[in-house]
T-cell receptor
Framework: QKEVEQNSGPLSVPEGAIASLNCTYSDRGSQSFFWYRQYSGKSPELIMFIYSNGDKEDGRFTAQLNKASQYVSLLIRDSQPSDSATYLCAGVNSGYALNFGKGTSLLVTP | DAGVTQSPTHLIKTRGQQVTLRCSPKSGHDTVSWYQQALGQGPQFIFQYYEEEERQRGNFPDRFSGHQFPNYSSELNVNALLLGDSALYLC????????????FGSGTRLTVV
């Protein structure tokens, strides 16, 4: 059973809007969560990590973690066409492996 | 500062053959993990090497094996290739525990025919 779930999308938002990407996880032992961006044919690139309940902001990106609801999200403000990519959510439990979701495809339209 | 480097970038093999993929971690990193990413899927964890030992293994058969060298570089070996092994193989490195995430290499695209 997949431990991390994401809506595969595509999620389409207009340029300048807020993109909201969501992820749920089933393993309550997961401690840390990571958001990676992956352009088509390229390798994943780390955007943010979060391990405490609440919000964490970095530039246009905000990660949110709610351990009680087992829910992680990524908000992208002022979305740009260059943000169009697949966004991968991953959790780490007591081990060392990143458990990835399938990813959500984001399309930012001009 | 060199990032994670992988070789080769592309590879075509015949079913039943064996393949070796190589990875050099980012400077200062001592831990190397390997992931398999099929088309349209998220990366799947194969195994992780630390201090030249396999520290954790994912749900992959014994046909998948690896090695880490004293300079922290690593190899992934796959024996008796199946068509289903066709995927992007990603190497990721970190310094110790993954508190701040892993850095991925550009990957090796393996096609089994």
């Amino acid at each position: 059973q997949k431990e991390v779930e994401q809506n595969s999308g595509p999620l389409s938002v207009p340029e300048g809007a807020i993109a909201s990407l969501n992820c749920t996880y089933s393993d309550r032992g997961s401690q840390s969560f990571f958001w990676y961006r992956q352009y088509s044919g390229k390798s994943p690139e780390l955007i943010m990590f979060i391990y405490s309940n609440g919000d964490k902001e970095d530039g246009r990106f905000t990660a949110q973690l709610n351990k009680a609801s087992q829910y992680v999200s990524l908000l992208i403000r002022d979305s740009q066409p260059s943000d169009s990519a697949t966004y991968l959510c991953a959790g780490v439990n007591s081990g060392y492996a990143l458990n990835f979701g399938k990813g959500t495809s984001l399309l930012v339209t001009p | 500062d060199a990032g994670v480097t992988q070789s080769p970038t592309h590879l075509i093999k015949t079913r039943g053959q064996q393949v070796t993929l190589r990875c050099s971690p980012k400077s200062g990193h001592d831990t190397v993990s390997w992931y398999q990413q099929a088309l349209g899927q998220g990366p799947q964890f194969i195994f992780q090497y630390y201090e030249e030992e396999e520290r954790q293994r994912g749900n992959f058969p014994d046909r998948f094996s690896g090695h880490q060298f004293p300079n922290y570089s690593s190899e992934l070996n796959v024996n008796a290739l199946l068509l289903g092994d066709s995927a992007l193989y990603l190497c990721a490195s970190s310094k110790g525990a993954p508190n701040y995430g892993y850095t991925f290499g550009s990957g090796t695209r393996l096609t089994v025919v």
